[in-house]
């Protein structure tokens, strides 16, 4: 028996008065729902709010407890998420002492129950107090601050791309339980076999009894052609397991994005005795063998049922800095997104959260693989022992949680502190007791409490200690397991290192960009839309951020004068820098085998490095990215004299066809034409062409010259595009885009022209939001682009309303 507590609750500052709050939630949008404070993303109100994280606050609710519940054996009360130092009282009586905002807490409660109203009190410790509290008793910090005692999000309290709000709250839901006899505690499914049109499949059933007791257990597949399976069984009180190994012939395999179907396998568990059902569960899981190959040479790549895949993707951060009001509705948007780039990994980022189970399901149904990290980023932690224990159990929750997930492909330990200890000079402040004593603590925690929890609950996937392997100053990062690759950006530079610092797997890399301008405009007023305002630098987390954007801005484009130009151009910077990279690791397959930029989403309105806004509004970013993660790429690279093209594959098949070699005046003029028919094997990157470039040009000016590309393959065509000089050195003529549009129920298609090249052409509603099918694109001499526009409101005709940017317009 199960319910939710979810009556009406309510919180207060710790002696205040009481007033209503939504569970799951957290203080803050508890305060903003009562109007208590303003908009914390809306201009700098994040610095005003800065003493929510110093209070102590409350929240309370009665609930109704019928007399039947209490005839049951055991009731529990399960807290699924609390943020983070929390006290609970039941009826008065102390219940539970909460202090990691990552576990699930289970608490026996029938004896403090009674029947009618039950009040419930949760009381929350300031955990910026508690933290004080716990480095006064230490004998020495630890890199990453105060927040390292805590075992809460770590970007709560801040990073180089958001905001510091240090919530609390009951993030997640809390539910009652009560049962007699026995129940079932978990159920553990993974493919324990696969191959030669045969599967095996192996459930774990995990049952918890109050005593002796005579049991049967049932499996039943959704499936009709799945078989059934049953056992009886003696329970002897305590924790019993039983299993199932369950034969599937011509099994339905799950398979990332792009490579075929993601089959869900479905079944019920029932548990029963004297022939009453006791507990059932259903259970979904997929087919699938994740493996990660990391060899001793270097190679370092994941193989899905038994197939190498280079893993095209990016870094996940929280939907929001207030995750709790995420919906639904928002992780889908997100994920297929994700999805509809071409993506198939995503890497869950070690500062944030265990996610929320929608993202899992919906990562499960879409074929998005996910590599995820433990909870730990950029810091040291303490090892005294009941940090180490609190560990232990915050990965066993998670685990157990998330390890039915077909998805799931890797866990690891942490992001970036390895790197830190090795490289940022974390060990200075250290004598050498202190250093072995902070090291030791490392060593126990991602050395042997993680990678052991990992065996003992998971056993199917793999383990890394810590993300990257090295870091970017050691020279094996190039040669050896996954690397965060931050030359470009942090240490300014060119985005053509990108092309020549190619490592086994890039796990990390990135440029910023600005918002979109309407996000820009959600938080701003007019006179703060300006770079360096006091507004803007409050939604720029990265103390060098708008110097490198503009440093990287003046190396190949011209600067504009105007702010919304400024804000266009930031992004198709970072596309066509980012782009770049992509394309050089998909070239350098088998050796490189992943590619995860650094970041799809942002958890507030910022200037970032993700490709999707917090609003939701796709970066150049994002539409550079689809092109750069087709199922086949066509790459063209220049190294020195000579131009190379290639073409890369992910398909499971060969694909034939012919690849059409055009040489274009930027005002139309076709001035070279080759056809070559080529063949591109199964998962490989193949060189299909190759010339100097000065025989291409053919005696004609680069500075007004585009080389078009164009493999047709069964019947689709895949593009790319060479330019010979940087857009800053390219005479670009008047771009006069011209476009038709007709109606097509509640959207718009669009066809666009121009007879001369149109560089980076922006599409954008005036007045609206409106989602474009393709966008921040160039057109080039003689050809039509056509756009599918969805408005997010109806619209009656599109003159004046859609208006168009190109590059050469930020000239003016």
Not at 48 to 53: D, E, H, N
Not at 766 to 787: A, H, Y
Request: aromatic content about 12%; charged content about 25%; hydrophobic content about 40%.
């Amino acid at each position: 028996m199960h319910s939710l507590i979810s009556g009406r609750w309510e919180f207060r500052e710790a002696g205040g008065a009481w007033l209503p709050a939504a569970v799951p939630g957290c203080v803050h949008t508890d305060l903003l729902a009562a109007g208590l404070i303003g908009d914390p993303f809306y201009r700098t109100n994040e610095d005003s709010l800065q003493w929510i994280g110093e209070r102590d606050w409350e929240y309370r609710t009665v609930f109704d407890i019928p007399e039947v519940l209490l005839e049951h054996e055991r009731v529990e009360l399960i807290f699924e998420g609390l943020d983070t130092y929390a006290s609970v009282a039941l009826n008065g009586e102390p219940l539970l002492e909460a202090d990691n905002m990552f576990r699930i807490w289970t608490v026996p409660c029938r004896g403090l129950l009674r029947e009618g109203d039950n009040e419930l009190l949760v009381r929350f410790r300031s955990p910026l107090r508690v933290e004080a509290e716990k480095r006064a008793a230490s004998p020495y910090g630890y890199p990453g601050g105060d927040r390292v005692f805590t075992r809460k999000a770590a970007y709560h309290y801040g990073w180089d791309w958001g905001p510091r709000f240090v919530t609390c709250g009951i993030w997640r839901p809390v539910r009652l339980r009560a049962w007699s006899g026995a129940r079932i505690t978990d159920v553990h499914a993974r493919t324990a076999g696969l191959e030669d049109g045969h599967a095996l499949l192996r459930v774990d059933v995990e049952i918890e009894s109050t005593g002796p007791i005579e049991a049967r257990v049932f499996l039943e597949p959704d499936d009709p052609a799945m078989p059934r399976a049953e056992s009886e069984t003696r329970l002897g009180g305590g924790i019993d397991t039983l299993s199932f190994d369950i034969g599937i012939d011509d099994p339905d395999p799950w398979w990332p994005s792009g490579l075929g179907e993601q089959a869900i396998q479905r079944f019920t568990v029932s548990l029963s005795a004297e022939r009453r059902i006791l507990d059932s569960r259903c259970v979904s899981t997929g087919i699938c063998s994740v493996r990660l190959v990391d060899e001793p040479d270097g190679r370092f790549h994941f193989t899905v049922n038994g197939e190498p895949v280079f893993m095209k993707g990016a870094n996940w951060i929280p939907l929001d800095s207030f995750v709790p009001r995420a919906s639904p509705g928002d992780y889908r948007r997100l994920l297929v997104a994700a999805k509809e780039a071409g993506m198939n990994m995503l890497r869950v980022w070690g500062g944030g959260i265990y996610e929320q189970d929608i993202f899992y399901d919906l990562c499960d149904s879409l074929g998005l693989l996910v590599w995820q990290d433990f909870m730990f980023a950029c810091a040291m932690h303490p090892g005294d022992e009941a940090f180490l224990r609190s560990v232990e159990a915050e990965a066993r929750d998670n685990i157990r949680r998330l390890r039915n997930h077909p998805c799931i492909a890797l866990w690891c330990g942490n992001n970036e502190s390895a790197e830190g200890w090795a490289n940022w000079g974390w060990q200075a402040g250290y004598d050498e007791l202190q250093r072995a004593a902070v090291w030791s603590a490392y060593d126990t925690l991602f050395h042997h409490i993680l990678p052991a929890a990992v065996r003992g609950h998971d056993g199917a996937r793999a383990y890394a200690p810590s993300s990257p392997r090295y870091g970017r100053a050691d020279p094996r990062s190039l040669a050896e397991g996954d690397a965060h690759y931050w030359g470009v950006w942090h240490d300014a530079e060119p985005f053509s290192v990108l092309e020549e610092k190619v490592p086994r797997f890039m796990s990390e890399f990135g440029h910023q960009s600005y918002p979109s301008m309407r996000t820009i405009e959600s938080f701003t007023l007019p006179g703060d839309r300006q770079i360096g305002s006091a507004v803007l630098r409050s939604h720029q987390k990265h103390p060098r951020g708008d110097g490198l954007i503009r440093l990287y801005m003046e190396r190949e484009y011209r600067v504009p004068d105007g702010f919304e130009a400024y804000v266009y151009l930031s992004q198709v910077v970072q596309a066509g820098g980012i782009r770049r990279g992509l394309e050089a690791h998909r070239r350098a397959m088998p050796y490189c085998m992943g590619t995860l930029f650094w970041q799809l989403n942002d958890c507030w309105p910022v200037a970032s490095w993700s490709s999707i806004d917090d609003h939701g509004r796709w970066k150049a970013l994002h539409y550079a990215a689809r092109e750069a993660f087709a199922d086949i790429l066509v790459s063209p690279a220049r190294r020195g004299d000579s131009l190379f093209v290639y073409i890369v594959s992910d398909r499971r098949e060969t694909a034939a066809g012919t690849l059409r070699v055009r040489l274009f005046d930027l005002d139309g003029w076709e001035l070279v034409r080759r056809h070559v028919e080529i063949s591109a094997p199964p998962r490989s990157s193949t060189v299909v062409f190759a010339e100097a470039a000065a025989a291409l040009l053919r005696g004609h000016d680069p500075r007004r010259a585009v080389l078009s590309l164009a493999f047709d393959t069964g019947g689709q065509r895949y593009r790319g595009r060479h330019y010979f000089v940087p857009p800053n050195e390219l005479d670009l003529p008047e771009a006069h885009v011209r476009w038709d549009a007709e109606p097509d129920g509640a959207n718009w298609r669009l066809r666009l022209w121009s007879g001369a090249l149109a560089r980076a052409v922006h599409l954008e509603l005036d007045g609206q939001d409106g989602w474009f099918s393709d966008n921040f694109f160039d057109i080039m001499p003689g050809d039509t682009v056509r756009v599918l526009l969805t408005p997010s409101s109806p619209i009656d005709r599109l003159e004046g309303r859609l208006r168009i940017m190109t590059l050469k317009d930020t000239y003016q």
